[in-house]
């Protein structure tokens, strides 16, 4: 029985498939109205993840199975399609097929009277399928595909409501940022095989300790395969993207933030032998990683828009992923995933649960809803415990192994920059629960009930996943005993959460005539939440130009090139016309002009070599 579930793994991303299918008769069904699509599409993800959850349990202890499809055949070159089923590929699928369930429920509660179901489930069930099948693939080129798809359905997630401007604005400078990032990594791509031989991730690792490539070759095709992975992570400097993704409904912004960000981060992992080759690309990993993390978390503190803090924040611990992918600590990078992307579902969800009964995603509109809201508050709570170095919850967990690893590889930089980056995070967080559940109520939260129970229940499960993470990893002795594990380094992060915490309580938790903003210059809050001027940034450094460039070519095309064609097409009409007028019919005639054509033409072709002839 095992074997035949294990054999049929293939068919993990192919059930998502079906829901697209089974979807396509409901968009334009007026008796019923879409709504059949969205319980058709839970049908296919919760058979998606009965098979995995078999698949993964068949797998447990043993080695990973490899199998591939032969895809494409040409004289030397051979392309197959690479699967690998191991305990970490199903565990993560299980999640990623849990956590999409979730989302699914949440949106039938949070989008009920849209008539868009049909539309929204069927990108959802494209995200997972795009997911799946890059997390069960073994080869960098379909991961590539796979990557592609993503950003399309990014492209379609976000412009759900195409009918606001700004939702068609975030769609296209979504698309075109992680486009961007595609296009250098497709170059990766085809660089990497003729050196390699081979994309498939294991045969990478393994030539990647065996080859003696150049240093500079391998930074070359190290930083373009660097690049794709950033744009997927809204890492620096192609960050701006997620800012522009907030447009889309919320449902799918914890699907993307919590999941789809992290699988790009997935690629990133799994290349990290092959950046190992050049210490260049391992440090320009860091400094990417460093650069976003520290901005971001600043950034996150002068947002007012909740779903925003949040991306930001994304981005943050993104940049922590970065850091472990350039210090090769690949098991950390991995647990980094996993921690922050059930924490960041939970807030994304308590946060959509305020949005939806609210109606504003304005934090400085909210207040006191600590009693009227204790679900949400409990939840978010949660959240926060699980995203940031609180023990014994994952983020904890994940920090302590990641400082564990640079102080034993003497990088202090690095170690101080993550403390900084905890600290910043948890003042954050601090700021934005103030904000919404302490003080007085305003008028935007004075009526805020819970909502509605399928909104609820989606968003306690999460919460109960962060919580019950570390508990699952020690039953399975992946994590260490608690006491034995806060060294140094774990009081380190203790100390700098408890001093976000502490920071974030006195300025926001405490009433106050005048709010923290108020204190500090103007300019300093404009740069913050402008985030650092990098839209103006871009829209000087790189629009303006290309914007010149493309209106001085199309002048020269529309002027001189097609001037050019127009005036001799103007000639032989003008030419045509005069002529008619000036021969009688005679055919003597006819030939002395075409003669007369002829002698000109040839004079005027050969006017520089008559001087020669004499």
Same mark, same amino acid.
């Given at each position: 029985?095992?074997?035949?579930?294990?054999?049929?793994?293939?068919?993990?991303?192919?059930?998502?498939?079906?829901?697209?299918?089974?979807?396509?008769?409901?968009?334009?069904?007026?008796?019923?109205?879409?709504?059949?699509?969205?319980?058709?599409?839970?049908?296919?993800?919760?058979?998606?993840?009965?098979?995995?959850?078999?698949?993964?349990?068949?797998?447990?202890?043993?080695?990973?199975?490899?199998?591939?499809?032969?895809?494409?055949?040409?004289?030397?070159?051979?392309?197959?399609?690479?699967?690998?089923?191991?305990?970490?590929?199903?565990?993560?699928?299980?999640?990623?097929?849990?956590?999409?369930?979730?989302?699914?429920?949440?949106?039938?509660?949070?989008?009920?009277?849209?008539?868009?179901?049909?539309?929204?489930?069927?990108?959802?069930?494209?995200?997972?399928?795009?997911?799946?099948?890059?997390?069960?693939? !073994? *080869?960098?080129?379909?991961?590539?595909?796979?990557?592609? +798809? $993503?950003?399309?359905?990014?492209?379609?997630? @976000? =412009?759900? %409501?195409?009918?606001?401007?700004?939702?068609?604005?975030?769609?296209?400078?979504?698309?075109?940022?992680?486009?961007?990032?595609?296009?250098?990594?497709?170059?990766?791509?085809?660089?990497?095989?003729?050196?390699?031989?081979?994309?498939?991730?294991?045969?990478?690792?393994?030539?990647?300790?065996?080859?003696?490539?150049?240093?500079?070759?391998?930074?070359?095709?190290?930083?373009?395969?660097?690049?794709?992975?950033?744009?997927?992570?809204?890492?620096?400097?192609?960050?701006?993207?997620? !800012? *522009?993704?907030?447009?889309?409904?919320?449902?799918?912004? +914890? $699907?993307?933030?919590?999941?789809?960000?992290? @699988? =790009?981060? %997935?690629?990133?992992?799994?290349?990290?032998?092959?950046?190992?080759?050049?210490?260049?690309?391992?440090?320009?990993?860091?400094?990417?990683?460093?650069?976003?993390?520290?901005?971001?978390?600043?950034?996150?503190?002068?947002?007012?828009?909740?779903?925003?803090?949040?991306?930001?924040?994304?981005?943050?611990?993104?940049?922590?992923?970065?850091?472990?992918?350039?210090?090769?600590?690949?098991?950390?990078?991995?647990?980094?995933?996993?921690?922050?992307?059930?924490?960041?579902?939970?807030?994304?969800?308590?946060?959509?649960?305020?949005?939806?009964?609210?109606?504003?995603?304005?934090?400085?509109?909210?207040?006191?809803?600590?009693?009227?809201?204790?679900?949400?508050?409990?939840?978010?709570?949660?959240?926060?415990?699980?995203?940031?170095?609180?023990?014994?919850?994952?983020?904890?967990?994940?920090?302590?192994?990641?400082?564990?690893?640079?102080?034993?590889?003497?990088?202090?930089?690095?170690?101080?920059?993550?403390?900084?980056?905890?600290?910043?995070?948890?003042?954050?967080?601090?700021?934005?629960?103030?904000?919404?559940?302490?003080?007085?109520?305003?008028?935007?939260?004075?009526?805020?009930?819970?909502?509605?129970?399928?909104?609820?229940?989606?968003?306690?499960?999460?919460?109960?996943?962060?919580?019950?993470?570390?508990?699952?990893?020690?039953?399975?002795?992946?994590?260490?005993?608690?006491?034995?594990?806060?060294?140094?380094?774990?009081?380190?992060?203790?100390?700098?959460?408890?001093?976000?915490?502490?920071?974030?309580?006195?300025?926001?938790?405490?009433?106050?005539?005048?709010?923290?903003?108020?204190?500090?210059?103007?300019?300093?809050?404009?740069?913050?939440?402008?985030?650092?001027?990098?839209?103006?940034?871009?829209?000087?450094?790189?629009?303006?130009?290309?914007?010149?460039?493309?209106?001085?070519?199309?002048?020269?095309?529309?002027?001189?090139?097609?001037?050019?064609?127009?005036?001799?097409?103007?000639?032989?009409?003008?030419?045509?016309?005069?002529?008619?007028?000036?021969?009688?019919?005679?055919?003597?005639?006819?030939?002395?002009?075409?003669?007369?054509?002829?002698?000109?033409?040839?004079?005027?072709?050969?006017?520089?070599?008559?001087?020669?002839?004499?």
């Amino acid at each position: 029985m095992a074997e035949i579930v294990l054999q049929a793994g293939w068919l993990l991303p192919f059930y998502p498939l079906i829901g697209i299918l089974l979807t396509i008769p409901w968009m334009s069904v007026r008796r019923t109205g879409p709504r059949p699509a969205g319980y058709l599409n839970l049908l296919t993800t919760v058979i998606a993840l009965v098979h995995a959850v078999l698949c993964l349990q068949a797998v447990w202890g043993q080695p990973p199975l490899r199998w591939s499809i032969e895809w494409m055949q040409v004289a030397d070159l051979s392309i197959s399609l690479p699967f690998e089923l191991s305990t970490l590929n199903l565990a993560a699928v299980v999640f990623l097929t849990a956590l999409n369930f979730l989302v699914q429920v949440y949106a039938i509660g949070y989008l009920q009277m849209d008539w868009g179901w049909a539309r929204l489930y069927s990108l959802l069930a494209l995200f997972e399928a795009g997911m799946t099948a890059l997390l069960i693939c !073994d *080869s960098l080129f379909f991961s590539y595909m796979m990557l592609e +798809i $993503l950003t399309l359905g990014t492209y379609l997630i @976000v =412009g759900f %409501w195409f009918n606001q401007p700004r939702v068609v604005t975030g769609a296209r400078d979504a698309f075109l940022t992680k486009r961007t990032g595609d296009l250098v990594l497709l170059m990766g791509v085809i660089a990497l095989y003729p050196l390699a031989g081979t994309w498939s991730y294991s045969e990478l690792a393994q030539w990647a300790s065996d080859t003696a490539v150049s240093g500079t070759t391998a930074t070359l095709f190290g930083l373009a395969l660097l690049a794709g992975p950033i744009s997927k992570c809204a890492q620096f400097p192609l960050h701006l993207w997620l !800012d *522009s993704a907030m447009e889309g409904p919320l449902p799918t912004t +914890i $699907l993307r933030n919590s999941v789809v960000i992290p @699988v =790009g981060a %997935w690629v990133l992992i799994k290349l990290t032998p092959v950046f190992a080759l050049s210490p260049v690309v391992d440090g320009v990993a860091v400094a990417i990683g460093t650069i976003t993390a520290i901005g971001a978390a600043l950034i996150s503190i002068a947002q007012i828009d909740g779903k925003r803090i949040l991306s930001y924040l994304t981005s943050a611990f993104m940049g922590l992923v970065l850091i472990a992918v350039g210090t090769s600590q690949v098991g950390v990078a991995y647990f980094l995933l996993m921690a922050v992307a059930i924490a960041l579902a939970t807030l994304i969800a308590s946060t959509g649960s305020i949005v939806l009964t609210c109606v504003t995603q304005d934090v400085t509109q909210l207040g006191g809803l600590w009693s009227r809201r204790p679900v949400t508050a409990i939840s978010f709570v949660l959240g926060a415990l699980g995203l940031v170095a609180v023990p014994p919850f994952g983020g904890f967990w994940a920090m302590r192994f990641l400082e564990t690893g640079l102080w034993y590889d003497k990088q202090i930089l690095p170690f101080v920059i993550v403390l900084i980056i905890n600290g910043l995070c948890t003042f954050s967080l601090v700021r934005m629960f103030c904000l919404m559940f302490v003080g007085q109520p305003k008028m935007m939260s004075v009526r805020a009930p819970e909502p509605i129970w399928l909104v609820v229940i989606p968003m306690v499960a999460m919460a109960a996943l962060t919580i019950h993470l570390p508990i699952m990893l020690q039953s399975l002795k992946l994590l260490p005993i608690l006491q034995t594990a806060i060294g140094d380094t774990g009081l380190l992060l203790i100390w700098s959460s408890g001093l976000g915490l502490g920071l974030g309580i006195v300025l926001y938790g405490m009433p106050r005539e005048k709010q923290p903003v108020e204190y500090m210059p103007r300019q300093v809050v404009d740069f913050l939440s402008d985030d650092f001027y990098t839209p103006g940034l871009y829209k000087n450094a790189v629009i303006l130009p290309v914007a010149l460039a493309a209106g001085l070519f199309n002048w020269i095309e529309r002027y001189v090139i097609d001037g050019f064609v127009n005036f001799v097409g103007a000639a032989s009409l003008l030419s045509g016309e005069t002529l008619k007028y000036v021969n009688p019919g005679r055919s003597q005639i006819y030939i002395l002009t075409i003669a007369t054509c002829v002698v000109l033409l040839g004079l005027f072709m050969s006017w520089r070599f008559l001087p020669s002839l004499g």
